[in-house]
T-cell receptor, first 116, second 114 residues
Framework: AQKVTQAQTEISVVEKEDVTLDCVYE???????LFWYKQPPSGELVFLIRRNSFDEQNEISGRYSWNFQKSTSSFNFTITASQVVDSAVYFC?????????????FGAGTQVVVTP | ETGVTQTPRHLVMGMTNKKSLKCEQH?????MYWYKQSAKKPLELMFV???????ENNSVPSRFSPECPNSSHLFLHLHTLQPEDSALYLC?????????????FGQGTRLTVV
């Protein structure tokens, strides 16, 4: 069963608009980690953020911000004032304590298209 | 320049061919991974190596054979593949295999099986 759900397949915005990517996860573990990765057209996945299950503080890094809510099992990602360079596929991923070897379970990804 | 390098970037092979994908990491990491990314499917973990030992094999068909000769290199040997094996194959590495360690990915090999 899919443990990470990214319901939005594609989001198109005009430059300078904000865009929020949804991520809902499912786990029975109390200890787990959540990640966001960006995959630009060049192919490699670029690590953006890691959050552990005990730290619900929201985080801001430049134009990026993350909203972690355990009550709704969500870890949403917002890009503020989007730029064309933000165009990429964004993946949310889960790593569970009960699942060995640091396995990352990825969502299906959300394609973000930012037009000038 | 990425710390994880994959070659070739693109590969077209027939179903009877034998080819190998190569991955090299320059980050001093102890764990390396192969992922498969197919169209319209989430990334799938194929193999995990920790300190050159295979520690995870996610029920991958035997036509995919990994090899990890040292902590910096990882290969994926391919033989008698099927068209449905066409995908982007991504290599990754991490400091160790723990759940809290972020993985660094290569740019992938785009494989087409004809």
């Amino acid at each position: 069963a899919q443990k990470v759900t990214q319901a939005q397949t594609e989001i198109s915005v005009v430059e300078k608009e904000d865009v929020t990517l949804d991520c809902v996860y499912e786990t029975r573990d109390t200890t787990y980690y959540l990640f966001w990765y960006k995959q630009p057209p060049s192919g490699e996945l670029v690590f953006l953020i890691r959050r552990n299950s005990f730290d619900e503080q929201n985080e801001i890094s430049g134009r990026y911000s993350w909203n972690f809510q355990k009550s709704t099992s969500s870890f949403n990602f917002t890009i503020t004032a989007s730029q064309v360079v933000d165009s990429a596929v964004y993946f949310c991923a889960l790593s569970e304590q009960s699942d060995s070897w640091g396995k990352l379970q990825f969502g299906a990804g959300t394609q973000v298209v930012v037009t000038p | 320049e990425t710390g994880v390098t994959q070659t070739p970037r693109h590969l077209v092979m027939g179903m009877t061919n034998k080819k190998s994908l190569k991955c090299e990491q320059h980050l001093g990491h102890n764990a390396m991974y192969w992922y498969k990314q197919s169209a319209k499917k989430p990334l799938e973990l194929m193999f995990v190596y920790s300190l050159e030992e295979r520690v995870e094999n996610n029920s991958v068909p035997s036509r995919f054979s990994p090899e990890c000769p040292n902590s910096s290199h990882l290969f994926l040997h391919l033989h008698t593949l099927q068209p449905e094996d066409s995908a982007l194959y991504l290599c990754a590495s991490s400091q160790d295999e723990g759940m809290n360690t972020e993985a660094f990915f290569g740019q992938g090999t785009r494989l087409t099986v004809v």
